[in-house]
């Protein structure tokens, strides 16, 4: 494969986080905080993310050798059980966010055809599920991510996004903006500081996608480009979130905003402008969703791929079919989608709450990703001749490391335990990889982790079986 440089590597951070998750931005924050809330939660999201960008970055060139990116981190520093959860949370996350990609998808459709509702009607979900299955064969006869494809999907999804920034500002309400500024008049929302823990899971979605540089690290020309893709990938993104987030409080108030169905930006530009609006983010984010649909599916299957390669997973997850393509992984990612795609349908889940899920299982992989960081800086080896370089790696990595557990605590304790039941089944993966390579399952410190998770588990159960958990 070719080797990719500065810009295809920027542009592949770019897109691999622009996916649909700005699109929706508008309502998703209004619904927890006010325009005060929601600049100090970016506030703390650029200091935290960015710390984790650099993170990634930091990581990516002192071990070079840890190719598989972000679970290969936790192996290397907390064990094999913790390598094969980061794995397992990352391919769940993933997986999970295409289920909700395809929600907000014929939520969008709904804009045109009003049968689609907000993506999970009875036929919004049976023409995603033949979606699903069309993309599952395409991938089995070996479609790749074509250049033109992402280039297609990046312009598909920069127009809208210039245009709504554009005319937004042109039409920005500096009264509207500050009317209600701490969110405590029109809806209830609570402290500001609940506010900002409730939006923080909004936030974390719309980023991730982050540490693609450093999973896509084996094909950069340069080790060096990896780390500065990732950094300027990141300003940009945050640019474009913060912009399309606090012009659109100028435009429309809050509950206004709050009450919008997604993809929310185009409720607010045809405010602005009237039906073009609409259409023209609808178009954009349909195609966007298209290319963001197909490279969340082949990194499904190659997550599982690389992990079954180095023994972290079972076997049989290594196995390809005649186009060189993992099978086994790609029906196992696919079917699981399948599965929840039925149980959105019944259970009336909404893009929201499924991203929500999807954003808050990759918190433990990003959280190892950051512990490690600290753990090499902390350890000091290959910082031998650059001791000032190593006190910053540590002050990044410590940064960096206090947010994803700020993360996990603002995420509430409804996402944990339901993560803990996400996480539990995992164990039966893992306890066959090992069997495979004839090693004991768990480590003593690793039996006691298993044993909080499965307790997690268990109330989570209780919970969802009493309705005091949703999923
Ligand atoms: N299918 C997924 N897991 N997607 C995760 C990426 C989310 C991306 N940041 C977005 O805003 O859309």
Redesign the pocket.
Known sequence: MAKLGFSALTALVVGS??????FSLPQNMAVSAGAGAVLIGWAITAVGMLTLAFVFQTLANRKPELDGGIYAYAKAGFGDYMGFSSAWGYWM??WL??VS?FVLLFSTLGIFFPIFGEGNTLTAIVCASLLLWGVHFLVLRGIKEAAFINLITTIAKLVPLVLFIVITAISFDVGLFTQDFWGHAELDMGSVADQVRNMMLVTV?????IEGASVFSARAEKRRDVGRATVTGFLFVLLMLVLVNVLSMGVMSQPQLASLSNPSMAGVLEHVVGRWGAILIGVGLVVSLAG?LLS?TLLCAEILYTTASDHTMPAFLRKQNGNGVPVNALWLSNGLIQLFLIITLFNESTYLSLFYL?TSMILVPYFWSAAYGLLLAGKGESYETQPGKRRSDLIIALIATLYAIWLVYASGIQYILLSALLYAPGALLFAKAKREVGATIFTGIEKLIFLAVLIGAAAAIYGLYSGMLTL
């Open positions: 986080m622009i996916g649909g998750g700005i996350s993933a966010g295409n990609y979605w719309v980023f991730i996608g963001a969340w999807a």
